[in-house]
């Protein structure tokens, strides 16, 4: 079984940084690649950020966000600038069902617990 822990959320001010981190469980993190996604109170679950499995191509869909990973670590980061207010939201990683990464909840098998972030205007 895998198990995906989220980790670095927390309160900061707008304009601040965070730099959210994922350690999956299991010998098998660098067959797959990883996503990041978020959900605010009342929204739909949104697309953040993925990455392949060995790190050689990501897609962000926000350009204050970047995605990377640490396979010895079985790691992948989420490096968070410039945050608003509007980025208040439960932050969740997640394992793609294949060694590429996609925007599609749907073809993500497992996911976190979230990480709550907060960020104050």
């Known amino acids: 079984q895998v198990q995906l822990v989220e980790s670095g959320g927390g309160l900061v001010q707008a304009g601040g940084s965070l730099r959210l981190s994922c350690v999956a469980s299991?010998?098998?993190?660098?067959?797959?690649?990883m996503g990041w996604f978020r959900q605010a109170p009342g929204k739909e679950r949104e697309f953040l950020a993925a990455i392949n499995w060995n790190g050689s191509s990501a897609n962000s869909a926000e350009g204050r966000f970047t995605i990377s990973r640490d396979n010895a670590k079985n790691t992948v980061y989420l490096q968070m600038n410039s945050l608003k207010p509007e980025d208040t939201a439960v932050y969740y990683c997640?394992?793609?069902?294949?060694?590429?990464?996609?925007?599609?909840?749907?073809?993500?098998?497992?996911w976190g617990q979230g990480t709550q972030v907060t960020v104050s205007s």
């Open positions: 299991g010998p098998t993190f660098s067959r797959y690649g």
């Open positions: 997640a394992r793609s069902g294949t060694a590429n990464w996609s925007t599609d909840a749907w073809r993500y098998d497992y």
